[in-house]
């Protein structure tokens, strides 16, 4: 459910045309909702709180790390998972309260560790004991001992993208099942650690619930365990990875996930913590592009638009489908015809979409690539020295850019001459 649709034969953003954004601020952009962001929010927290979760509900700053994205989230209550010093600087300029945000991620700087140490967060995840000797180590010298949950590799296949399944033990992240007791055993002798919790994340875009069960079920048996040996698992940190519908997927929804929590580990007695990214953001936004050219091709037409991979990397990066929609509403009866929808970077993974159907468009016309809002402009870059994108927030019949596009100054000005020329 989102807040793109169409208005008298017009793409409007809640009550706000495309076409009028475009005007203003000129193409490509991305656009956000925020009464979309505001329902995704409160139907998750909503089903957490539902199946009676103590749950704190972290966004996954990394997903869309504007400012103004995560206040609209924290406003409503979320806390932030953040995976770097510039997202937990993100995080706090965008108004989330230190006690609400975790810091994961395999290979944090002992500089980004003494960062989180100071501005006291809630947790850091920890993935490896190089990591928690470190930590220690910051926290000490701060005085204090500094509240960590250990990130476990649960061995569970996400049955996701290749490239975003990280809970199998020959994935980089968390620690091996069979090492995690003696891990444990370290943390607890360190003298800046509060041991706390247990971490999971095993993937992102799950479309099934299944193996949310079985990652959730080894965490149950982790902390049977671990109590037993006198840890004090109070706090379980079950990462994020739910999915969304780009295409015809149907992803389990937050109620039945909340539900599977429950059923596992409900009993617990355990603070629970949820990362999620794509689920809040995902349908929350677009990307909106012009046509450049139409090239017809004697095997293929090329639709040309002026988005390319550099700003909405998934489709070369991960083979990822993205609904593509022409703003002007097409006329009933429209001859679709297939098409190849390309970007102008100078590669040809530069493909958007390849032989998708879609109505007559010709130069000028504007179009917008659904599901944009998580891992679209997070991930964007300047090749082939196209300037980042603007992106606008957009609040019933308002809208404001919250990111503006950089001059070519401006992105030259950290850029220098040596003074041997
Ligand atoms: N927590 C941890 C520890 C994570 O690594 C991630 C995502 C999340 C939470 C949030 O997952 P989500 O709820 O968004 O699925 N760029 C890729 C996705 C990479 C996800 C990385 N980690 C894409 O565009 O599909």
Redesign the pocket.
């Known amino acids: 459910m989102n807040h793109f649709h169409y208005i008298d034969g017009e793409l409007h953003a809640e009550d706000v045309a495309i076409a009028r954004i475009a005007e203003a601020v000129g193409t490509p952009f991305y656009c956000y909702s925020t009464a979309t962001l505001e329902r995704h929010y409160a139907v998750f927290a909503g089903a957490l709180g539902a199946a009676g979760l103590d749950a704190t509900v972290c966004f996954?700053c990394?997903?869309n790390p504007n400012i103004a994205v995560i206040h609209t989230l924290a406003r409503l209550g979320a806390g932030a998972?953040v995976?770097s010093e510039g997202e937990l600087r993100q995080a706090l300029a965008a108004g989330v309260p230190p006690e609400r945000i975790v810091f994961?991620?395999v290979g944090k700087t002992r500089a980004e560790l003494d960062f989180a140490v100071a501005t006291g967060i809630l947790q850091i995840?920890v993935e490896s004991e190089p990591e928690l000797r470190m930590l220690s180590e910051v926290a000490a010298a701060r005085g204090v001992r500094m509240p960590v949950s250990i990130r476990v590799n649960p061995d569970v296949d996400a049955g996701t993208?290749a490239?975003?399944t990280?809970g199998k033990k020959e994935n980089k992240f968390g620690i091996e099942w069979n090492r995690i007791r003696e891990v444990y055993n370290l943390a607890g002798s360190l003298p800046g650690l509060d041991v706390v919790g247990i971490a999971c994340?095993i993937?992102?875009?799950?479309t099934e619930i299944e193996p949310f069960r079985q990652a959730f079920l080894r965490v149950r048996d982790l902390v049977d365990m671990l109590r037993a040996d006198g840890v004090d698992i109070r706090r379980l940190d079950l990462?994020?990875?739910?999915?969304v519908p780009y295409d015809d997927e149907t992803p389990p929804s937050p109620t039945a996930y909340a539900e599977i929590m429950r059923d596992t580990l409900g009993d617990l007695g355990c603070r629970v913590i949820v990362?999620?990214?794509?689920?809040l953001v995902g349908n929350a936004g677009i990307l909106v592009s012009r046509v450049i050219h139409v090239k017809e091709g004697s095997t293929r037409t090329f639709l040309i638009v002026d988005a390319a991979m550099n700003d909405l990397m998934?489709p070369a990066?991960?083979d990822?489908h993205h609904a593509i929609i022409p703003v002007a509403e097409p006329g009933p009866g429209t001859v679709l015809a297939a098409v190849d929808v390309v970007g102008p970077v100078c590669e040809t993974g530069d493909t958007f979409a390849r032989q998708r159907p879609l109505p007559p468009m010709a130069a000028g016309d504007l179009l917008a690539f659904g599901t944009a809002g998580?891992?679209g402009a997070a991930?964007s870059s300047t090749y082939n020295t196209r300037p980042l994108i603007p992106e606008v927030l957009v609040r019933g019949a308002e809208f404001k850019v919250v990111r503006a596009r950089p001059s070519f100054e401006q992105m030259r000005a950290l850029e220098s001459l040596p003074d041997w020329f």
């Open positions: 996954a990394k997903a998972d995976v994961s991620g995840n993208h490239k975003i990280t994340h993937g992102s875009q799950l990462g994020g990875g739910l999915g990362e999620p990214g794509r689920l998934r990066l991960y990822a998580a891992y991930m």
